[in-house]
């Protein structure tokens, strides 16, 4: 029988030791991000987590779910679609770019990949599942708790003014944030989102306020904005929906370590909570827009968005 003592140390070591290879994958993620236009080894990732090749292989495949080969592949096949969608460098350039050795062979992985070749995708570029970037070490201290806001962070406001377009998004169950939206719907609806060719903004996640949920459906969604005369193909399980002009009032952090982001979302939140626009000649509206979040990256901070209208006094008169 292990003595409680000696069993709290060996959780402890075992929480290092997880810690360690979370960190040895990250290393080899951001090797990836950085080098996958040229020829990447095992033992250039083995080098990168400062592991042998041999639990290099084995901590990458366990952690993402899928080989460092398979991983790069998605990396250069989602850039290349990206090149195919919003530019005119030949499908030859982008091959080699790409590290694809032929036209043939980049047209064969392609093809396999995404069930369309790139001659087929350039002319529709319909929604395909890219690939989107997002750091292990990111996801796995959002389940460490007790976070503490950081209060000696800035947070700036602004407020900005959005025209009517549209919504392109999917649809959770339950759901009223990120993880339990993942867990409904899986974690790869972004990648689909930033293929839509022609939308106006970055992919966004978004609280939908009532009037426009559909009974049965989740609070928390992700979609991406398009002009109101959008007329691309929508994806498959996905809605579009109008959005009214409205006005927001956009909290934004100040720039952060990445691996703070949960500290710096709770911050932003913290924010908010205590922020009162009525001061400022603004209301909030909740039912004129969702509200929005953006891709929390550590070199502009933390985005939010909130819509608010004029405020008018107890009289109904602007102030």
């Not at 959002?142 to 700036?156: H, N, Q, R, Y």
């Not at 377009?165 to 989102?193: H, M, P, Q, S, T």
């Not at 498959?236 to 952060?256: H, N, R």
């Amino acid at each position: 029988m292990i003595a409680p003592d000696m069993l709290d140390f060996l959780q402890v070591v075992e929480m290092l030791s997880n810690w360690e290879k979370i960190n040895a994958v990250q290393r080899m993620q951001e090797y990836i991000m950085a080098h996958y236009r040229e020829e990447i080894t095992l033992q250039d990732l083995a080098k990168a987590a400062m592991y042998s090749p041999w639990h290099s292989l084995r901590a990458f495949s366990e952690l993402m779910g899928k080989t460092p080969v398979e991983y790069l592949r998605m990396v250069r096949l989602s850039a290349a679609a990206k090149k195919l969608r919003d530019t005119s460098t030949s499908i030859l350039d982008i091959a080699l770019e790409s590290a694809f050795g032929s036209h043939e062979g980049f047209t064969k992985a392609f093809s396999r990949e995404f069930a369309i070749t790139p001659q087929e995708y350039r002319k529709r570029a319909p929604p395909l599942r890219l690939f989107s970037y997002y750091p292990i070490r990111d996801y796995y201290k959002l389940f460490e708790g007790g976070k503490e806001v950081m209060s000696d962070m800035v947070v700036f406001t602004q407020v900005i003014e959005r025209p009517k377009r549209k919504l392109i998004l999917k649809r959770g169950i339950r759901a009223a944030e990120y993880f339990a939206y993942c867990e409904e719907v899986g974690c790869d609806v972004w990648g689909i989102l930033e293929s839509i060719k022609g939308a106006l903004q970055e992919s966004i996640g978004v609280w939908l306020p009532e009037n426009m949920r559909v009974p049965g459906t989740s609070e928390y969604c992700q979609g991406v904005e398009v002009p109101v005369d959008f007329s691309g193909e929508i994806p498959d399980g996905f809605d579009i929906i109008d959005l009214p002009a409205c006005k927001y009032m956009v909290f934004q952090s100040e720039p952060f370590e990445d691996e703070k982001f949960g500290e710096v979302i709770s911050t932003v939140w913290n924010a908010v909570k205590r922020y009162n626009p009525k001061h400022f000649g603004w209301d909030w509206a909740p039912n004129d827009g969702p509200r929005f979040q953006l891709a929390p990256i550590g070199a502009r901070g933390y985005i939010e968005g909130i819509p608010i209208r004029e405020y008018k006094g107890e009289g109904g008169q602007n102030i």
